[in-house]
């Protein structure tokens, strides 16, 4: 089983992007699909997470900004990001949950900035 994000890139603030992550592989089942993010010297936090029925959690600081949505049939979730500031500059990650283990994805860098 495979993790493949992208999407990523560099936008300026107050722009959008959209993060996708596909995932491949011999797959049975998969369960809750998220997003967190990094800094570097920082600890990798959660941006989101979103249930094979479609239920989300957000962290507040993405709240309101950021929506996770997931098409089970291409066993994809997606990260749209609205609204970005520079503060949201980081690698993107994405975790799910294959075959009930936990997969991750290489990860995609986001710059906002000006």
């Known amino acids: 089983v495979q993790l493949q994000a992208s999407g990523g890139g560099l936008v300026q603030p107050g722009g959008s992007l959209r993060l996708s992550c596909a995932a491949s592989?011999?797959?049975?089942?998969?369960?809750?699909m998220g997003w967190y993010r990094q800094t570097p010297g920082k600890q990798r936090e959660l941006v989101g997470t979103?249930?094979?029925?479609?239920?989300?959690n957000y962290a507040d600081t993405v709240k309101g900004r950021f929506t996770i949505s997931r098409d089970n049939a291409k066993n994809t979730v997606f990260l749209q990001m609205n609204s970005l500031k520079p503060e949201d500059t980081a690698v993107y990650y994405c975790?799910?949950?294959?075959?009930?283990?936990?997969?991750w994805g290489q990860g995609t860098l986001v710059t906002v900035s000006s």
């Open positions: 592989g011999s797959i049975f089942g998969i369960g809750v």
């Open positions: 979103i249930t094979h029925g479609g239920r989300t």
């Open positions: 975790k799910s949950y294959v075959n009930w283990n936990e997969y």
